[in-house]
């Protein structure tokens, strides 16, 4: 299917989303962006509206991608063991494997965290509370019933971790720009950080659903909502995997907003929201010991180097937002990076990590 706005509207009438009354009665508008993948927001007035996602045919495993999330979203809407979790997934309305579209209904007037955070120049503490139960309340799902979603996961673990394995994504990492060549470069030369990477790597464990890219971007709240419910989309990068990586991921959340608002302090301004998610999740979760803090907290500095990395794109040198990311992660490989963060959290970690 051409990714033209006539093809997206036929779908959208042959589905029986849309009648010829919704498009001539002049309260419809289509939007169409480009990521990774094709964007298009068909929004009404009046009526009901979508958020299409299409693979493009020229990014390498967008279609797999987008086909993992479809099949998620479709398996989680028909097993009883994930009714808990409908309700702050986007609800699926239609998939066609051939051209890897994926028609959701749209989150209205939504905004995301970061958005909002960079808007308040802060994060609320309602909405962190959220993201850590969230994130328990997958992990918390039965193997048996992941399992029986029948959804072909990769179960690997994130490329960052696999740098020096065999085969190895560096060809691929490195061929993005002479930044992205550079920044890659500079960890594989950092004996604490590979050193790091590898202890994440040798006590990675793929044991429960993960969403893979836990990020303060990928959490929607509705403008009209009162209740300031929490929807966690984009499950394109989901897995069977380690837990910790996710919550890393959260932890990093915070410390990658504030870095981008190029406070000095980071990661000490961060503390407060990192302990409310931590003290959430943990609260909502069986995994709570000291032992998995450490992993989570190693996983974090793997998150800002993956941060870091991300913002390399395009770019000849190297950005400052990616040196400092990367001088954050390093101060996580130490003693007393890990000594700081677990005060902050104010909860014990073994530090076995550095």
């Keep these: 299917m051409e990714p033209i706005a ?30 990774r993948n094709r964007f298009f927001v068909f929004k009404q007035l009046h009526g009901s509206s979508f958020f299409i996602k299409q693979a493009h045919e020229g990014e390498p495993g967008t279609v797999q991608s987008v086909t993992l999330e479809a099949q998620i979203y479709q398996a989680i809407a028909r097993t009883s063991a994930f009714r808990h979790l409908q309700s702050v997934m986007p609800q699926p309305l ?68 696999r740098l020096e394995e065999t085969p190895s994504p560096l060809t691929s990492l490195r061929g993005r720009s002479p930044a992205s060549a550079a920044f890659i470069d500079a960890i594989r030369a950092n004996p604490e950080l590979k050193a790091t990477l590898k202890w994440c790597r040798d006590h990675w464990v793929a044991n429960t659903l993960i969403h893979g890219d836990f990020k303060l971007e990928n959490f929607l709240i509705e403008s009209t909502d009162s209740d300031q419910k929490l929807r966690l989309i984009d499950w394109e990068r989901a897995d069977l995997g380690d837990p910790a990586w996710d919550v890393g991921c959260g932890l990093g959340a915070f410390v ?27 609260a909502a979760s069986e995994r709570h010991d000291a032992a ?28 400052d937002m990616s040196q400092t990311l990367m001088q954050i992660a390093r101060r996580m490989t130490t003693r007393e990076g890990q000594r700081i963060v677990c005060a902050g959290l104010a909860a014990p970690c073994m530090q076995a990590a550095s």
């Design 94 to 161: 239609h998939f066609d494997p051939d051209s890897a579209t994926m028609t959701l209904a749209l989150i209205k007037d939504a905004e995301d965290l970061g958005a909002r955070a960079r808007r308040m120049g802060h994060n609320s503490l309602e909405h962190i509370v959220q993201m850590g139960r969230i994130a328990a309340q997958y992990h918390g799902v039965p193997q048996t019933a992941i399992d029986a979603l029948d959804v072909e996961f990769t179960v690997r673990p994130h490329w960052i971790f």
């Design 256 to 282: 990658i907003h504030y870095t981008m608002q190029q406070d000095p302090d980071a990661l000490d301004t961060a503390l407060p929201e990192m302990r409310a998610f931590w003290a959430a999740y943990s």
């Design 292 to 319: 998995f803090l450490d992993k989570c907290i190693a996983m974090m500095a793997a998150r800002l180097l993956v941060a870091g990395y991300e913002y390399c794109f395009a770019q000849d040198s190297l950005p």
């Design 6 to 35: 006539r093809n997206i509207i036929q779908t959208l009438r042959a589905r029986g989303l849309v009648s010829q009354r919704d498009l001539v009665d002049g309260s419809s508008v289509l939007f169409m962006g480009r990521q």
